[in-house]
């Protein structure tokens, strides 16, 4: 029989669930005529009667009957088979939520590295800002500041976060600013969901509260490090987000002293998504990359 009579036969086996070749051709998206044609092909081929056709239905013959019951298996196992095909071919990538500014300094100049380890493995990244319990349904891996414990989450530590004052080196230069006391007349920029991390500093390295001239809010963290670099005051950064930059003279620090924030970085998974073995991979690579001893610190 040639090849081409298995889509005859598939279009014999919609017209026989369906009783009706005008039913049949709509599934098939053909014309009544079409289908009759294919239908009419087999029964040639095969040199039986497969349908009684009665003006308004169809009716299987004996033979009929007997090819739709051998047909019907061997039809699902291919559907089955092609569609199993599809789903092992389907590009399904991870979704990691990283904060942006985490995503700008750490993750993109790490991430060529990633790649090359894992070719494999497409990535979908949300940069933004997000709580562990906003953790969502769409994410398998989220970058998360915080203490650590989040009921339902497995949790990897990335590394603890340090903050130090750091400024333009030109405002340096030309500010006057030589101690803690210093900066009350000058512009302190502030992050708005971080407002009292000059007087944590503070209370840390065993200074009192201060009181500047101004303050300059900012809701993003990027935002008040680039306003830090353009001069703009003086700003709390992040030491192992910004080490490039200050690496590079583009910050500088306007004191030594740094103090831990209180809260570390950590790599978050659900527990079910943690044992997959392309997001064990991920959170592996993160907890290797940017492990406690150091590893945020690599450039």
Known sequence: MPATSLKFLKTFQIAARRGSFAAAAAELCLTDSAVSHQVRGVEEQLGVALFQRKPRSLELTEQGARLLEHIDPAFVTLEAATAALRQQDERVPLRPQVPPFFAQELLL???????ATHPHTDLQIATRSAPPEAHGEDVHVSVALGPGKWPGLVARP???QAIVPACAPELLRTSGVRSFAD??????????????LWDRWAQAAGLSLL???????FDTMSAVVDAAERGVGF???ATPLTRSRLAAGKLTRVFAHEVGAGESYYAVARPADARRSAVRALLDWLAAEFKPSGGATRQ
């Open 211 to 217: 009181r500047p001239r101004q303050l300059i809010r």
């Open 235 to 237: 700003a709390l950064v």
């Open 183 to 196: 900066l009350a007349g000058e512009s302190l920029i502030v992050h708005a969901r971080r407002a009292d």
């Open 158 to 160: 990335l590394f603890a």
């Open 109 to 115: 100049p790490r991430l060529g590295a990633y790649s």
